[in-house]
C-alpha cells in the first residue's frame, strides 16, 4: 500500500513510513524481501527444526577428542548443531562423555570393585540442580556403595546441618544405619547435628581426602545421573510450582533405582538393596568393635607418620577404614593383567 500512495501521489517513501509508524529499514527489508520471492514479514523466533536424532548427536559427541580436561571440537559441533539441540544438553553429552574416556582409561590400570551384596557403606554429598526459571534445586544425594540404592531428599535451599541430621535419621529409621558414611568435607555434613545422629546410631563418619573428589566417586555418578534425570522429568516445563518439585524429584530417584545395571548381574538397585528389609546387621556391640579395631590401626599409622596435625590424622583414620573393608571382602583392588607389574 505504501509503494501505490508513493506511486500514486508522488509522496516520499520515508513520510509515508513515519506516517504509517513504520521504520523505514523495515520497509526496504520487506521489499526486498518481496523482490526475492519471499514472504515480506516472517514469523519470529527460530524455525521448526525436524526431530532430533539423539543417536547421531552422540555418535558425533564419541568422535570428538576428548582431553583429561577439554574436548577439542565443541564449538564447531554447536555450530553444527545450532538450533536443533540447546548449549547446556551438548555440554551435558560431552561430559558425561570426556568423563566416560577417562574412567575407561582409569579402568586400564586399577579399579574398585564393591561387594554389591554389603550394605555396610552410604556416601553422601549436596547436588545443586538449576530449574528453568532459575530457581534451584539441592538434592542431598545419599548412595548405597554396594547395592547403588540412591536416596534424595531435596529442598529449595542449600541444605543446613540440620536438614541433612533429620534425613539421615528418617534414612536410618526407614532402612537401618549403615557401619560406615563417606562425605566430601562439606561444614554442612561435618556439623554438630550431623556427627550427633551418626554418634547415635554408631555410623562412622569418614571424608574424602582434600580437592579430590573423584575419591567419592559413586556418590558423584548418582549426582550425575539425578541431575539428568530431573532434567527429563521437568524438560519443557518454564515454570514448576514449588509444590510439584518432591512429586519431580521422587519420580526421578524412582527411575534411577529401578534401571538394570551390569555390575549388579543385570537386575536394579531396588532388588539389590531390599527396600523392605532392615540392612543394620550389626548390633551396636559390634560396632564398637569395629571403632576400637580402627582406632587401633589408625593410631599404628600415626605412629609410623612423623607429622601429627589434622590432615596426618584424617588420612590415617581413612586409611584404617579402607583396610577394614579389604580386609572383609567388603571392597576389593583388581589390576587388570596387562598392567601387573613384570617380576623378576
Avoid at 73 to 94: D, H, N, P, V, W
Avoid at 314 to 328: C, G, H
Wanted: some cysteine.
Amino acid at each position: 500500500m505504501l509503494s501505490q500512495y508513493h506511486n500514486e501521489h508522488g509522496f516520499s517513501l520515508r513520510r509515508l513510513c513515519d506516517a504509517a509508524h513504520v521504520g523505514y529499514g523495515t520497509f526496504l527489508r520487506w521489499q526486498r524481501r518481496r523482490s526475492e520471492g519471499r514472504p515480506a514479514v516472517c514469523e519470529p523466533g527460530p524455525q521448526p527444526v525436524g526431530p532430533l536424532d539423539m543417536a547421531a548427536v552422540e555418535a558425533q559427541v564419541e568422535n570428538l577428542h576428548h582431553g583429561n580436561r577439554r574436548t577439542h571440537g565443541t564449538g564447531r559441533l554447536y555450530q553444527e548443531l545450532r538450533g536443533i539441540i540447546s548449549r547446556r544438553k551438548l555440554q551435558a553429552l560431552i561430559k558425561r562423555a570426556r568423563d566416560e574416556v577417562k574412567a575407561a582409561g582409569r579402568a586400564a590400570r586399577w579399579r574398585l570393585e564393591w561387594n554389591t551384596s554389603s550394605r555396610h557403606v552410604w556416601a553422601m554429598d549436596t547436588k545443586e540442580v538449576p530449574l528453568a526459571d532459575g530457581r534451584k534445586v539441592w538434592f542431598q544425594t545419599i548412595r548405597d556403595l554396594g547395592s547403588r540404592y540412591t536416596l534424595g531428599p531435596c529442598g529449595l535451599h542449600t541444605p543446613t546441618g540440620s536438614d541433612i541430621a533429620a534425613w539421615l535419621e528418617v534414612a536410618f529409621k526407614e532402612h537401618g544405619a549403615p557401619l560406615f558414611l563417606r562425605m566430601d568435607n562439606a561444614a554442612n555434613e561435618n556439623c554438630p547435628e550431623v556427627l550427633a545422629v551418626l554418634a547415635r546410631h554408631w555410623v562412622v563418619p569418614f571424608n574424602s581426602p582434600l580437592h579430590y573428589p573423584r575419591y567419592n566417586g559413586g556418590v558423584e555418578c548418582a549426582q550425575r545421573e539425578i541431575e539428568e534425570g530431573f532434567e527429563d522429568w521437568t524438560e519443557g516445563l518454564s515454570a514448576l510450582p514449588a509444590e510439584y518439585i518432591p512429586a519431580h524429584a521422587n519420580a526421578t530417584i524412582h527411575k534411577i533405582n529401578h534401571r538394570r545395571r551390569p555390575i549388579l548381574g543385570g537386575r536394579h538397585a531396588c532388588q539389590v538393596f531390599a527396600r523392605n528389609a532392615r540392612h543394620a546387621t550389626l548390633n551396636t556391640g559390634r560396632r564398637k568393635e569395629v571403632v576400637h579395631d580402627l582406632t587401633r590401626v589408625a593410631a599404628s599409622l600415626l605412629d609410623e607418620d612423623a607429622a601429627g596435625n589434622g590432615h596426618h590424622v584424617r588420612k590415617a583414620w581413612r586409611r584404617a577404614v579402607e583396610w577394614w573393608l579389604e580386609n572383609k571382602g567388603i571392597i576389593r583392588i583388581v589390576q587388570t593383567p596387562e598392567c601387573q607389574p613384570v617380576l623378576a
